[in-house]
Nanobody
Framework: QVQLVESGGGSVQTGGSLKLSCAAS????????MGWFRQAPGKEREFVAA????????YGADSLKGRFAASRDNVKNTLYLQMNSLKPEDTAVYYC???????????????????WGQGTQVTVSS
């Protein structure tokens, strides 16, 4: 079992930045691929980013690229999401997720992930 706890959400104005953290505990090891998803009110959960143990990352929508950066500290078992130039449309609950994937393949579908955090709210005001 893997437990995930997100933190770092909050309220910012357009153009601001936030850095989310996701602390992993339990049976974590190098073979876990970690991901970020978000869900805005009335919308489906959306893939944001995924990163493997070797720090290779991939991102979802083009609107995220260049503004969001996923990283991980394999010693601290912590996943991060640096979010810059935030826009009101980035408002959502952000979730971290984990899946055991020895291949390091970067999963982008939520049904590919086995473990989820409780989510942290990010609100961007105009």
């Amino acid at each position: 079992q893997v437990q995930l706890v997100e933190s770092g959400g909050g309220s910012v104005q357009t153009g601001g930045s936030l850095k989310l953290s996701c602390a992993a505990s339990g049976r974590t090891n190098m073979h876990y691929v970690m991901g970020w998803f978000r869900q805005a009110p009335g919308k489906e959960r959306e893939f944001v980013a995924a990163i493997n143990y070797d720090h290779t990352a991939t991102y979802g929508a083009d609107s995220l690229k260049g503004r969001f950066a996923a990283s991980r500290d394999n010693v601290k078992n912590t996943l991060y999401l640096q979010m810059n130039s935030l826009k009101p449309e980035d408002t959502a609950v952000y979730y971290c997720a984990a899946v055991w994937a020895p291949s390091g393949r970067l999963m982008q579908r939520q049904d590919e992930y086995d473990y989820w955090g409780q989510g942290t709210q990010v609100t961007v005001s105009s």
